[in-house]
């Protein structure tokens, strides 16, 4: 799988291209870990070009979810294909994950004004 | 119902009938009565002694919107009866504009008390034509017209009425608080040395008046001069001036808040969140976020019961924020509250997937309130703590089936694989949500143990089990799942097959492909076509070859399917056996073949699209232009 990393001010975001399966997903699982505990837990996972994605992977990303939001981090994912998005609603993880259609519409999540800093 | 005019002296003689039903009825009436003193009577039925009938005398008047009526409901703010003068003025008040005129006519009445009145009411409507009439009033003789105007001009918030104001302020001093409040409504800047210098008064109505003021100047001005209050000494002072500072923040600059006592801050955002308006609300609790501390808890969590949907969100986002910090007093808040709190609460927790809570969380596993339990389910499965499987096994088999399908869902997501019988159990709930949570939750598992279960239910006794198997088997996608699915290619239900080929197709394993294109003969059409959309799956654009044979199929719709999936292939060598198809007897096959041939991008077509052009079903000339179009656009 590759994966290929965009750094914005407030957030970064991963986009993952070819299988999420049990050999990939380790490797992305540490891969976000090392963003996390640098202070990047505002992440995109843009999924648009994951073709394959099996329960390993599934499995892979809800481990993921939960060290983001231990981290005080957020977690959203963007621009699933028909067949990532079916076994979505099929495992009901879509009521867990924040999915959105497009890299545009997550982005909007974490393009909040400005915090002020006390 | 509809009167004519005609029978006006008849609804006039029932307006003074000593039935209250024949009075209404004839007020029901003057509605629709078009006669000029219609409207007359309609205002003298504001005097009746029923007060249902002089409700809908009152709402019949601002229903019908008579450009008569002010001047009539005007005489009525000079009766002695407050009753009446009060649904006069309520009435004049929802007229709005149309009662203008009639009202600064009025203003200068002979008695005092009517000027006054009539002064408020154009406040209250804040139509600016009005302004003229008000700014007069504030040279008025009587002391409470004058705060009464003062008051108005605020409310009509005119820069116009500045100037005037700022010189009432020296020569009125009754009425300073009101010309403080109306310039801070109007919020020009050139109050701020009035503001300033009223600080600086012996008054204190006037001094909190003038910082109330100083809040709504939008203009970060007023800034030193509010925090110069916060060295006074007067608790209530700072108080106050921090509510203003906050105001200000709100609509100029955050950085206002910059190095302010923290402990007066989260006082001010506390009230400003109890007592604000929602835009208020939503303000202080997004600031919340930077001053956490035990006293804005408190609040937060009163707001997570707020009726309004947008404020309850937000406090749960700040509260969550806080969940490490105030975890006491959340946990000491799930104790007892209401349901709809509890269930908000814990969204609060799930959101944040703090461990820390779990205990508390499991004590409302047995809640009274279903919709508690359910949420319980939803919480511990974001969490995800392997603790609390006892609790969500005993919660999937919950008499209520939404909490049934919420407990499964969890165990899905903490992916449980002692809970494997439970969820194959589930498979059979006579609830349709609940058979899918235990799906999607087995789906989620993945285990050894679950694709064990599947494979053995591709034999189960019910057919249904079957094809759910070969789904599943298809969504776990492991390696080993292959095999069973390549089994199942030749099990005797044609829906299993079918189920089986579309696994094998979604498992990106090209070393199944030889075993899917068996099933290109399939008695059986549906599994032909979930065959050719598997083979394209796996076998990309090289696949055309096995497809073509499809093209002869005895079934029109797998021919048809056939068509589409070499257009969606896009392999030009293709063009040649999807040709013939343009002189096809079948109007949907002749459709497909333009489509497809568009999709090759091969402008060998166009001839054979042109010669089609003129075909005799609209459909097919429409796929046929529209498939010319794109080829010569290339």
Known sequence: ?118 | MAQESGNLEQILLALTSSEPSERADAVENLRYCNDPSAVAALVTAIEDPDKGVRELAAETLIARRSPDAPAYLCQYLSSPDITQRNLASEVLIKLGPLSVDALCDTAHDPDHDVRKFAVDILGAIGDPRALHSILMSLEDQNQNVVCSAAEALGMLGSSEAVEPLLATFETRVFARPQIIDALGQIGDIRALPLLVEAIHSDDHIVVYSAVEAMGNMRSRRVEPYLRELLVRGDEALQEAAIGSLIRVAHSVDHAVLDNLPVAIVQLCLNKAIRSGDKKTKLFAIAELRHWEGPATVSVLLEALNDPDEEVMIAARETLSLQATSASDRIAEALVDAPARLICNLLDTIGSTGNSRFVQDIVSLADHHDETVREKVAFVLGKIGDQTILDYLMALAVDPVGHVRSAALKALGWIGADKAINSLFTALDDPFPDVRQAALGALVLSGGDDAIRRFRLDLNHADPHRQIIAAQALGWIGEASVIEPLIEALRHPEWEVRKSAVESLGRSADVSALQHIKVLLTDEEPQVRKSTIDAIIALGGGDSWKDITCMLEDEDLWVRFHAINGLGSIGNREALEELIPFLTSESDILRVAAAKSLARLHDKRALPFLKETVNDRNPDVVGAVVGAIDRLESL
């Open chain 1, 1 to 118: 799988m590759e994966i290929r990393v965009t750094e914005h001010v407030d957030f970064i975001t991963l986009s993952l291209k070819g299988r999420l399966d049990i050999a990939s997903s380790a490797s992305l699982k540490d891969d976000i870990l090392r963003h996390v505990a640098r202070g990047q837990s505002k992440i995109i996972l843009n999924l648009a070009q994951v073709d394959f994605i099996n329960s390993s992977g599934l499995g892979t990303l809800v481990s993921i979810l939960k060290e983001v939001r231990l981290a005080k981090g957020r977690l959203v994912l963007s621009n699933l294909a028909s067949y990532v998005q079916e076994i979505f609603e099929i495992t009901q993880l879509s009521n867990i994950f924040e999915i959105f259609a497009s890299e545009a519409d997550a982005q909007d999540v974490f393009l909040q004004p400005s915090a002020r800093v006390v």
